[in-house]
Structure formats: structure tokens, C-alpha cells
């Protein structure tokens, strides 16, 4: 899948080169969201990111049941991107426990499992923390 996207950024293609692009500042913009706890737009970014691998790399390859799967997030006001290149989504639900209620429900309803996230703290030091950021 993602050596047909591979090569056409080897091959300058411009959609390819701005859109991912776009990812990479989207990550940048996420940190933002998260460390100003704008979970609104985190949500947004989001759904940004998937809405963007989805063009670059086509339904096809990324296959209907992972697409439905964000997109039975999305019908309850989710945000919802792939975990990595598919077979799980994690998605945000910044409305809150009413919300997450609705996810569960529907994805019940259409067979998928909800594990929640458990967030933990970095295992990065400062070292390593100041050498990201400085690139």
C-alpha cells in the first residue's frame, strides 16, 4: 500500500509532496490542541489526518471495513483516525461520557469492539524531549 505512495512522492508528484505536507503540519497543530487542551480542534485535526491518507492512499487500499469502523465513530460526532495502517481506529470524543455512550452503542450495533485508551505519561527525559523539539 504505501509503496505506491512512496514512489510517487519519489517522483515529485505535487499532490502526494503537499499533502503530506499538510499530515506533518497537522501533527505539529495537534501537540498545540493538546497542550492548549483545545480538544474542539484536536477533533478536527483528526478527522483532517484520516481524510487525508484516505485521498492519498484510496479506498481500495485502505478497505471498507477499516473505513467504516471511522466512520461509525464520525456518525455519533467522534473524531476517528486509523491507530497506524489499519484493523483499529481510536477515536476522541470530546463531548464526553454522553458521547462515548453513543460510540460504544453504535459500535456494538455494527460489530466492532471499544477498548478504551489508557493514557500514561512520556518515558522521554528532557534530553530527549529538547532534542525533538530543536528539530
Known amino acids: 500500500v504505501h509503496s505506491t505512495v512512496r514512489q510517487k512522492w519519489l517522483d515529485g508528484d505535487k499532490f502526494i ?11 505539529l497543530e495537534g501537540r498545540a490542541a493538546l497542550l492548549e487542551k483545545d480538544y474542539a480542534r484536536l477533533a478536527r485535526l483528526m ?11 484510496g479506498e481500495d487500499a485502505l478497505g471498507a471495513l477499516n473505513i467504516e469502523m471511522v ?11 486509523f491507530t497506524g495502517s489499519g484493523g483499529a481506529v ?3 470524543c ?11 452503542d453504535a459500535c456494538k450495533k455494527a460489530g466492532f469492539l471499544v477498548q478504551p485508551v489508557e493514557v500514561v505519561p512520556s518515558r522521554l ?5 529538547k532534542t525533538l523539539l530543536s528539530k
Open 90 to 92: 481510536v477515536a476522541f
Open 94 to 104: 470530546p463531548e464526553g461520557p454522553s458521547q462515548v455512550k453513543l460510540l460504544e
Open 17 to 27: 509532496i503537499s499533502t503530506m505536507e499538510e499530515v506533518a503540519n497537522i501533527a
Open 125 to 129: 527525559n528532557e534530553i530527549d524531549l
Open 47 to 57: 478527522n483532517r489526518n484520516f481524510d487525508l491518507r484516505r485521498r492519498m492512499f
Open 71 to 81: 466512520e461509525v465513530a464520525r456518525r455519533v460526532g467522534a473524531a476517528s483516525k
